[in-house]
């Protein structure tokens, strides 16, 4: 009877593993496999912390771990050079690591072999190519123009993938992350709340954060939604928005002030053409004899309710106080849609 072979175990993820010469089959047989070169290995350098080691590899850059074997010395861990693509001819270059069964300290292992490849692997947008992608980028250049003014400068031109990616990048730096927190929200309401010295430099003129564990439930009960279609929805549906987080701001600038105290006609309506965080915005203003459309400051709130239109027209009424104007109220005239939420407001 023909006795398996012992080998040491073994784990890999690559196919081609020349510190194996010999490989057990189903049949408990022994195949030879092709005789090949055998590396040399030369101990590098002892790490008491694997720590270290990990850090170190990783600041080199080049090396990409390959496949593992348990050893009587302890666990070896293979990394081939990343120069080069994983399938094609591979550079002699190599390195292992020896993480001692007997104490904590770490061994790096490399080949005689020095690297054979000229220049190390691009591996994505180039340097150069980033500078002038993130000037257009500043630019607002479209990202297909980009590849071109790209191509015209004779430099690398990366994917679309990865110029999209990058451009997300870019959009999270300078414009912060797409999305934002009710806390975050806060926060920028309070810190842009102080009127400025310059008339057309915008400022929040009031805002209101209620979150879920704060709200009062009897607030909007009795209040109409803006779409009357919503009208014949069952007041589980109406309880549910209730609950959750609400959120009023109004920014404008005094200018835009000075045109409402001066305008005995008002226009106020949400649309979905200009939306924040998904939330359509609110705008408010007048026209002059010609049906040109002057705005008096824009809001974004949670909600398209009576509440809502209340806060808007509260905060026309107090940001005029405060500029020391005011408004005829007698004479004013309400344009608006046939939504009940509005007319009530007013």
Known sequence: MTQAQLIAHYFSDSDNDIDMETQPSIDNETIERKKQNRRK?????????????????????????THTNITNEGKRTYYRCNQVKRRGKQCPASIHVLYHSENECVTIYKTEDDHLHNEPRSIGINQQSKEV????????????????ILEEKALPVPKKRQLSSYLIS?????????????????????????????????WVLKYQIEYEDEIDNDDDNDNGDHNNDDDNDNGDHNNDDDNKNKFRFFVT????????????????????????QGFPCFIIG?????????????????????????FIFNCLRGGLL?????????????IADGAEAISNAF
């Not at 730096?173 to 057309?200: H, M």
């Not at 600038?253 to 924040?276: E, P």
Request: hydrophobic share 35%.
């Open 41 to 65: 290995w030369l101990p590098l350098c002892t790490y008491n912390d694997k720590n270290d080691v990990i850090k170190k590899i990783k600041d080199d850059g080049i090396w990409s771990k």
């Open 286 to 310: 007048t026209t002059d004899m010609i049906r040109q459309f002057h705005p008096f400051g824009f809001a974004v709130c949670s909600n398209e309710k009576q509440n809502d239109f209340e």
């Open 170 to 202: 870019l959009r999270k730096k300078y414009y912060g992350a797409p999305t934002i927190s009710l806390g975050e929200l806060e926060a920028w309401c309070q810190q842009n709340s102080l009127i400025p010295d310059d008339n057309d430099k915008p």
């Open 253 to 276: 600038t005094k200018r835009l002030l000075f045109n409402a105290s001066i305008s005995n006609k008002i226009h106020v309506d949400t649309t979905y053409k200009l939306i924040w």
């Open 322 to 334: 405060n500029l020391n104007l005011q408004m005829n109220e007698q004479e004013l005239i309400l």
């Open 133 to 148: 992608i993130c000037e257009l980028f500043k630019m607002k250049i479209k990202p297909k123009r980009i590849l071109e």
